[in-house]
């Protein structure tokens, strides 16, 4: 059924107006009547194919398809050989490479000088980030195209065709027509196809969301560990809980474990929020972090979950500081700035006579000796000026640290004045 409603114009492509409607960036390529080389970057079942064939047919180019599952390098060289044949005689040539990104490197820089001789017009299609799978000189030589999932308007376009084609309704209810798009994830194929299943069925009852699930399968998230979704969706997970939102941390949460992430990978991460995002400002995050990471490792899922749930969202309604992270850093930098300074002879240690004799431990003051418990006492490096690293704004905890610092700092400047 995808194959037989495949649109036959760039009119009919469903959910990309952004790219091939009036004003697109596509549709001005097809206008002017000269297509330049691109890359479709977009999920499964978005139109990436069926919109490189109607290019070559709006501008009349000859439409030649290779994909890098299946094709190698003598496979190319038979493409652009004809292509060549093709241009002496003034006929130009798109060459439709699917899955563009399993070309090695290598491989890629093969394309390289047929596109800058105009032998071909490239149109490479991946599901993955360009940037991250393309090199950089065929990027620079291509216009990267984003296609969007299809949404709900667009699902229920490509159901409405298909019930046009077959000469009647889809037998469901319209709460399972609409499970029936959420089960398609945005996969105008993967939706036909399964339209096509119930097209062969021979109830004449509506089916209901729970009848619907019974003949369909589930379908897996998508989402790829090791590519491109993994890093976009602990982003969103900690950038929610910086953000204090719970409920899209939760969300997030959900998403990555269904997509089979590794739990101790996000109770990593999570520990990660507490020491960056939070840190005095609550410092009861970061046991509740560690807490949920035990808790998993010693339950397991299911019941863990729950733990890294319960970490996520205290995280997330925590007052947040990133002061002892800034000033961590800056420290880093101080310390790679000054290289080998020694400590003042007053805070080195002085087990030895000769030790004691240079001035080791001289004039040290025991804090604790003190009335304020606080010696006001300078112990930075001789030569090295007083920085201040960590300086908290006072949320939370902090609140209460500030006032101390403020406090410890108000005397060290008197003792620093007056050293008697």
């Given at each position: 059924?995808?194959?037989?409603?495949?649109?036959?114009?760039?009119?009919?492509?469903?959910?990309?107006?952004?790219?091939?409607?009036?004003?697109?960036?596509?549709?001005?390529?097809?206008?002017?009547?000269?297509?330049?080389?691109?890359?479709?970057?977009?999920?499964?079942?978005?139109?990436?194919?069926?919109?490189?064939?109607?290019?070559?047919?709006?501008?009349?180019?000859?439409?030649?398809?290779?994909?890098?599952?299946?094709?190698?390098?003598?496979?190319?060289?038979?493409?652009?050989?004809?292509?060549?044949?093709?241009?002496?005689?003034?006929?130009?040539?798109?060459?439709?490479?699917?899955?563009?990104?399993?070309?090695?490197?290598?491989?890629?820089?093969?394309?390289?000088?047929?596109?800058?001789?105009?032998?071909?017009?490239?149109?490479?299609?991946?599901?993955?980030?360009?940037?991250?799978?393309?090199?950089?000189?065929?990027?620079?030589?291509?216009?990267?195209?984003?296609?969007?999932?299809?949404?709900?308007?667009?699902?229920?376009?490509?159901?409405?065709?298909?019930?046009?084609?077959?000469?009647?309704?889809?037998?469901?209810?319209?709460?399972?027509?609409?499970?029936?798009?959420?089960?398609?994830?945005?996969?105008?194929?993967?939706?036909?196809?399964?339209?096509?299943?119930?097209?062969?069925?021979?109830?004449?009852?509506?089916?209901?969301?729970?009848?619907?699930?019974?003949?369909?399968?589930?379908?897996?998230?998508?989402?790829?560990?090791?590519?491109?979704?993994?890093?976009?969706?602990?982003?969103?997970?900690?950038?929610?809980?910086?953000?204090?939102?719970?409920?899209?941390?939760?969300?997030?949460?959900?998403?990555?474990?269904?997509?089979?992430?590794?739990?101790?990978?996000?109770?990593?991460?999570?520990?990660?929020?507490a020491v960056e995002d939070i840190g005095e400002a609550d410092p009861l995050s970061l046991l509740v972090a560690n807490a949920a990471k035990d808790t998993y490792d010693f339950l397991g899922s299911p019941e863990g979950e729950l733990a890294l749930a319960q970490a996520v969202v205290h995280l997330a309604?925590?007052?947040?500081?990133?002061?002892?992270?800034?000033?961590?850093?800056?420290?880093?930098?101080?310390?790679?700035?000054?290289?080998?300074?020694?400590?003042?002879?007053?805070?080195?240690?002085?087990?030895?006579?000769?030790?004691?004799?240079?001035?080791?431990?001289?004039?040290?003051?025991?804090?604790?000796?003190?009335?304020?418990?606080?010696?006001?006492?300078?112990?930075?490096?001789?030569?090295?000026?007083?920085?201040?690293?960590?300086?908290?704004?006072?949320?939370?905890?902090?609140?209460?640290?500030?006032?101390?610092?403020?406090?410890?700092?108000?005397?060290?400047?008197?003792?620093?004045?007056?050293?008697?």
């Open positions: 059924m995808a194959d037989r409603l495949r649109p036959r114009t760039l009119e009919e492509v469903e959910g990309q107006d952004h790219l091939q409607g009036a004003g697109g960036p596509i549709r001005r390529m097809v206008e002017a009547g000269r297509l330049g080389s691109m890359i479709l970057w977009g999920p499964p079942g978005t139109g990436k194919t069926t919109i490189a064939r109607l290019l070559a047919l709006a501008a009349g180019y000859q439409f030649q398809q290779n994909s890098a599952v299946v094709s190698g390098v003598a496979d190319l060289k038979k493409a652009f050989e004809a292509a060549r044949m093709r241009r002496a005689a003034g006929q130009s040539t798109l060459l439709f490479v699917d899955e563009i990104h399993r070309f090695n490197r290598a491989q890629q820089d093969g394309f390289l000088p047929f596109v800058e001789e105009g032998i071909v017009t490239l149109v490479g299609a991946t599901t993955e980030n360009p940037s991250c799978e393309l090199n950089g000189a065929l990027l620079s030589r291509s216009q990267v195209y984003v296609l969007k999932r299809l949404d709900d308007a667009a699902l229920d376009q490509l159901l409405i065709r298909a019930e046009a084609q077959e000469g009647g309704t889809l037998p469901l209810t319209p709460e399972a027509r609409q499970a029936l798009a959420a089960l398609a994830d945005g996969d105008g194929r993967y939706l036909l196809t399964m339209a096509e299943v119930l097209f062969d069925l021979t109830s004449t009852e509506p089916l209901d969301v729970q009848a619907l699930a019974g003949i369909l399968q589930k379908r897996a998230p998508a989402y790829d560990k090791s590519r491109e979704e993994h890093y976009n969706l602990i982003s969103a997970l900690h950038k929610s809980v910086r953000g204090s939102d719970p409920d899209a941390a939760l969300y997030w949460l959900a998403r990555m474990l269904n997509g089979g992430e590794d739990p101790l990978y996000l109770a990593r991460r999570i520990v990660r929020m309604t925590a007052p947040k500081s990133v002061g002892v992270y800034e000033a961590f850093k800056a420290a880093k930098r101080a310390a790679a700035e000054t290289g080998s300074l020694m400590p003042p002879a007053h805070i080195r240690n002085a087990p030895t006579k000769l030790m004691k004799s240079l001035g080791y431990g001289k004039g040290y003051q025991y804090d604790p000796d003190t009335p304020e418990g606080f010696s006001g006492a300078d112990f930075f490096p001789d030569g090295m000026e007083r920085r201040v690293f960590y300086a908290p704004k006072g949320e939370g905890h902090e609140a209460k640290v500030k006032e101390r610092l403020d406090r410890w700092a108000a005397m060290r400047a008197k003792a620093q004045d007056d050293p008697a």
